[in-house]
């Protein structure tokens, strides 16, 4: 899901790294408000993890390769404002290090890893958990759906980002400038490759740590001691 | 330590010794084929990509160094050492976030 230079038109690229700046600095703010200096380590695994899970290419029938991205695990153990930042600071590093990713597409590719699977992922995971218990299979199987369908929804709209570049991009007699293939080729191949594959690698993947995490050390968990504290009720008044 | 950070730090050691195993899938991820493989998939290299394509030149790229390119424990080898730098670098960074920002900030220590 890494779009390379020349895949993207201007139009494109410009857009998306406009719709990435005020999520980028929002992400930053809510981090300086939020993290606990007890968080930090687990930030610093989390962007390291999701640099390395992504290099384990698996390859699909049709000869195509893919991999998990591991932002839904982040997003839904530490919120999806961190996962924006962790995975933000890993695509940028992969990037201008290893040439994955463009730079000129890096805007689109941070929407598409950073932003889309992070809070599909969370909020799928926060819809079906409901409030059943941290530690309940219920939440297992929410962590395993919302990381699907984070995964399934970003290639969707990495499909649609280059699926839409032979309609704005192309010269005088209509052949295209960057990708392509349009929206009826890339969205289906995006979708389907994910959906199928490397969807349900993101799924195991997040299942399996979130019920590790849970049933280890559940105090990591975003969210988690609010919901505890709900639940315990009458202790909130201690005047400052 | 605390015991969870301890057992996820293993885990995340086993993946960098797994590593290799990404390298297994020679195809191409849809969408990242190069201009030669463009070329052979729609007949020609469009414009943009035949100028955007050599925009960075990245150091490492493709996870690997080109001088140990030939043999797959080359390979693994370049592979190992990305992986490792990226994992240092990522890590860094935020170790570096975090102790800036909670530094002043003992309202935050729970």
Not at chain 1, 120 to 125: I, L
Not at chain 1, 187 to 204: C, K, N, Q, R, Y
Request: charged share 10%.
């Amino acid at each position: 899901m890494h779009i390379p230079d020349g895949y993207l038109g201007p139009i494109t690229y410009v857009a998306m790294y406009i719709v990435m700046i005020p999520i980028w600095l929002y992400a930053g703010t809510w981090l300086r408000k939020n993290l606990k200096s007890k968080q930090v380590p687990y930030l610093a695994l989390a962007a390291a993890f999701s640099f390395v899970i992504m290099m384990f290419n698996v390859p699909i029938p049709g000869g195509s390769t893919g991999h998990a991205v591991g932002s839904a695990l982040v997003a839904i153990i530490l919120g999806p404002w961190v996962a924006v930042v962790t995975t933000s600071v890993a695509l940028l590093i992969q990037c201008l290090l290893f040439g994955d990713g463009g730079i000129t597409a890096f805007g689109a590719n941070c929407f598409n890893m950073a932003v889309v699977i992070p809070f599909v992922a969370f909020y799928g995971y926060t819809l079906i958990s409901r409030k059943t218990e941290i530690t309940s299979r219920r939440r297992v199987l929410a962590a395993g759906i919302g990381g699907w369908l984070g995964l399934t929804v970003a290639a969707g709209f990495a499909g649609f980002e280059m699926g839409t570049q032979p309609i704005l991009e192309h010269t005088a007699d209509g052949v295209p400038l960057y990708m392509p293939y349009g929206l009826g080729i890339t969205v289906p191949a995006m979708l389907f490759s994910h959906a199928f594959f490397f969807g349900i690698l993101e799924a195991i993947i997040t299942a399996l740590a979130f019920g590790y995490i849970a049933r280890t050390d559940p105090t990591i968990i975003f969210n988690y001691k609010r919901a505890g504290e709900k639940k315990g009720g009458v202790r909130t008044t201690s005047p400052a | 330590m605390d015991r969870l950070l301890r057992n996820l730090l293993i885990v995340f050691v086993v993946l960098i010794v797994l590593v290799p195993i990404g390298l297994l899938a020679s195809g191409t991820a849809y969408g990242e084929w190069s201009a030669d493989e463009l070329q052979g998939l729609v007949g020609f290299v469009p414009a943009g990509i035949a100028s955007l394509s050599g925009l960075w030149h990245a150091p490492l790229r493709d996870y690997g160094l080109r001088a140990l390119s030939d043999t797959f424990l080359g390979q693994s080898l370049g592979y190992y050492a990305s992986a490792i730098i990226g994992a240092v670098l990522c890590g860094g960074v935020f170790i570096l976030i975090g102790r800036a920002l909670t530094r002043n900030a003992p309202k935050n220590e729970e």
